[in-house]
């Protein structure tokens, strides 16, 4: 079946620009969470969406930094006034808890060069 | 101190080689553990689930002690394709939320 997909996959935009970045998760995957990682470092938590829980957002690293999961399904990352150290690789991720144990599938991600 | 440690490496070593990685974990409450293999600039991946028992699959073997909080990575008969990043991946307390370690660099040379 198809995997996450993300878009678009490259995205250059000037320095106090908003941009805008979406994921599909796999089809009836409740879980979806959001990551960055900047060149050679770790995957660093952003946000996690459950169902019709309310999204943890503990990973979220300013007020700059939104998102939506609208329908349980398509999600969008929103980065208002980006700075250049907003630059790196924002990768989604879907799971379906307590059928597969946690095990999370990735997108190919976005990556994201601020100028 | 990171709830997820690893030796970044980098692990150099010949083909046919026999290479283990550890990793650490700080949660006594996470009960599911993993390891992601990471290509570079491509998108983290499962490489297998670690279970209690320990678990193999080909060349790969797993192994979890909870008691030391504790997780491995065995590869043996190294492949020039298994050069990458591998990430140890435990979840956050009892829930479905996941931390990643930072990873260890594999890099086989013929």
């Known amino acids: 079946g198809a995997g996450v997909s993300q878009s678009p996959s490259n995205k250059v935009t000037e320095k106090g620009k908003d941009v805008e970045l979406r994921c599909d998760p796999i089809s009836g995957h409740t879980a979806l969470y959001w990551y960055r990682q900047s060149l050679g470092q770790g995957l660093e938590f952003l946000i996690y969406f459950q169902g019709n829980s309310a999204p943890d957002k503990s990973g979220l690293p300013s007020d700059r930094f939104s998102a939506e999961r609208t329908g349980g399904s398509v999600s969008t990352l929103t980065i208002q006034r980006t700075q250049q150290e907003d630059s790196a690789v924002y990768l989604c991720?879907?799971?379906?808890?307590?059928?597969?144990?946690?095990?999370?599938?990735f997108g190919p991600g976005t990556r994201l060069t601020v100028t | 101190r990171k709830e997820v440690e690893q030796d970044p490496g980098p692990f150099n070593v010949p083909e046919g080689a026999t290479v283990a990685f550890n990793c650490t974990y700080s949660?006594?409450?996470?009960?599911?553990f993993f390891w992601y293999r990471q290509d570079c600039r491509k998108e983290p991946k499962l490489l297998m689930s670690?279970?209690?028992s320990g678990n193999e699959d080909g060349r790969f073997t797993a192994q979890l002690n909870r008691a030391s909080q504790y997780i491995s990575l065995l590869i043996r008969d190294s492949k020039l394709s298994d050069s990458a990043t591998y990430l140890c991946v435990v979840n956050k307390d009892n829930t479905d939320k996941l931390i990643f370690g930072t990873g260890t660099r594999l890099q086989v040379f013929p």
């Open positions: 991720a879907s799971s379906h808890p307590g059928v597969s144990s946690y095990e999370q599938y």
């Open positions: 949660n006594s409450a996470s009960q599911s």
């Open positions: 670690v279970y209690s």
